[in-house]
Structures are given as structure tokens and as C-alpha cells.
Nanobody, 115 residues
């Protein structure tokens, strides 16, 4: 079982920035890919960014050039730096981790962008 603790959400004006963090507890399984999903009201959960253990990243088209996903493998922590935030980025953001054969989710953190 892996516990994920997220932080960094909040209210920001359009054009502003936020940084999300997600720390994973120690696991008997090797932690592989990490990343972030988000779910806006009335919409399906969507992948925002993913990062491999070697640092390769993948982003949703809607956030490319604005969001940066990074990780600290020594701390089992993944980050999401969000710049030039837009109203449409408003959502609950969920941290996501693959450890061994399992996927784990954080509790979610609200990001609200005011226009």
C-alpha cells in the first residue's frame, strides 16, 4: 500500500502560477511512473502529465508549454509547476503513482482559477 499526500492547490487569478506536490510513502514495490490527472465538474478525469523514473515526460496538449512535471526520486515526490493558468484549468488535481503492478491515487487537491 502506498500513501500519497498532496499539497499546493488553491485559488489563483488567471495568468498566475501554482505548484503542486505529491509525496509517496515508502513501498515494497519500486515506484515507476508518477504524474497528475485532473477532473473538472461534469467532465471525465484526464491525464495532465506523467513522468517516468528517468525523467521522460508526457503532457496533455492543453497544458504543453505551461505546465512542467518533475520528480525527486530520493524523496518519492512528484511536482507539477503550473504557469499561465487559465479558467479552464480549474479542477480537482489527483496525484497518481505506479508501484509494482498497482496504481495509487492521491486524495485530490482543488485548483481554482478565477477569470
Amino acid at each position: 500500500q502506498v500513501q500519497l499526500v498532496e499539497s499546493g492547490g488553491g485559488l489563483v487569478q488567471a495568468g498566475g502560477s501554482l505548484r503542486l506536490s505529491c509525496a509517496a510513502s515508502r513501498s515494497i514495490f519500486v515506484i515507476k511512473d508518477m504524474g497528475w490527472y485532473r477532473q473538472a465538474p461534469g467532465k471525465q478525469r484526464e491525464l495532465v502529465a506523467a513522468i517516468t523514473t528517468s525523467g521522460s515526460t508526457n503532457y496533455a496538449d492543453s497544458v504543453k508549454g505551461r505546465f512542467t512535471c518533475s520528480r525527486d526520486n530520493a524523496k518519492n515526490t512528484v511536482y507539477l509547476q503550473m504557469n499561465s493558468l487559465k479558467f479552464d484549468d480549474t479542477a480537482v488535481y489527483y496525484c497518481w503513482v505506479i508501484a509494482g503492478p498497482y496504481a495509487y491515487w492521491g486524495q485530490g487537491t482543488q485548483v481554482t482559477v478565477s477569470s
